[in-house]
């Protein structure tokens, strides 16, 4: 087995890599002076079972561009088998058309990622479920949930918790950690949108009035949704409101905006670098998620079961 790395989170790749017990395979990913992507492979990878790890976070395009052509120099380097890791999959929010003659980007994607020679796909809390059937190729989606339900346990010993989805697209995930922090009960935040990066609370579906409300979500972006909400439900008269999301994207001021917010606390996973301003915020935390990705490459490479991860 081996493990290659791209540029966009290469913290993570390493932590990864020490997980497994292996080094990152020696290889360049740099540009030419046009920006153009080129990748060089400094060890033999014939006959290998080669990982990929490349989230396709910001700069979305140039990661992207750095995981396909990994993935091709891989192919035409005569890997076994090539397994694209992706611990934040870029473009999954626009996974249906959303109006007369836009894009399913998402879909592009998975079709880019399968062409440049993946042979399998392993990303962590993607979006929707139903992108794991944009790829014709094996696709395993990992869940951040008993990650976080661990550290939520923890943590508050489990009592007087309840789960809130932040909006009605969310309650799947909310019911499914809410599950696994002794049947948390659950509350629903009816959030509305009417452009990207800017939402309403409407309504909160629930009594959260003296709860310890644990919010759950994959992403945070501009931090409006979460902000939003958190507000609304101390309003509402819960007692504090704690918040668990996977993929920290954290864009333009949303690190300031979750400061100031009435937030206690906003826990994310490195499957995006945080950056130096998450990581100096007082009330951000990470959470590591390289042993849940190494475990799921161990048993891949093994050929051992993966959804027994979450039993
Ligand atoms: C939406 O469906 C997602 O699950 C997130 O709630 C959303 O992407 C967060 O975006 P923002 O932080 O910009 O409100």
Request: proline letters at 5%.
């Amino acid at each position: 087995m081996k493990i290659l790395a791209g540029n966009s989170n290469l913290p993570l790749a390493r932590a990864i890599a020490d997980y497994l017990d292996l080094p990152l395979t020696k290889a360049d990913v740099r540009r030419f002076a046009d920006d153009e992507v080129f990748v060089e492979i400094h060890e033999n990878v014939r006959g290998e079972d080669v990982f990929v790890i490349q989230s396709t976070s910001a700069p979305a395009n140039d990661n992207l561009m750095e995981l396909l052509i990994c993935i091709d120099a891989l192919r035409r380097s005569s890997a076994k088998r090539i397994t694209a890791v992706v611990p934040y999959f870029g473009y999954a929010r626009q996974d249906r058309k959303p109006g007369p003659r836009t894009p399913i980007s998402a879909k592009l994607v998975a079709n880019l990622i399968t062409e440049a020679g993946a042979d399998r796909v392993l990303a962590v809390d993607l979006h929707a479920g139903q992108i794991q059937g944009f790829f014709d190729i094996p696709t395993d989606n990992l869940y951040g949930a008993p990650v976080m339900a661990a550290d939520i346990l923890g943590r508050t010993g489990g009592d007087n918790l309840m789960v809130v989805s932040p909006d009605v697209g969310g309650v799947v995930r909310a019911r499914a950690l809410s599950k696994r922090i002794n049947d948390a009960p659950l509350s629903i935040v009816d959030k509305r949108r009417d452009k990207p990066g800017s939402s309403e609370v409407m309504n909160i579906i629930g009594d959260v009035k003296g709860w310890d409300c644990i919010l759950i979500d994959d992403i945070i972006d501009s931090g409006g949704t979460l902000c939003n909400a958190a507000g609304a439900l101390m309003d509402a008269g819960a007692k504090s409101v704690t918040a668990y999301l996977t993929h920290g994207v954290l864009s333009g001021t949303a690190v300031e905006r979750v400061t100031a917010s009435a937030l206690t606390e906003l826990v994310i996973t490195d499957s995006i670098q945080p950056t130096a301003a998450a990581l100096a915020s007082p009330k951000i935390r990470i959470l590591p998620i390289a042993p849940l990705i190494g475990e799921a490459i161990q048993r891949i490479a093994e050929e051992s079961s993966v959804s027994s991860l979450w039993d």
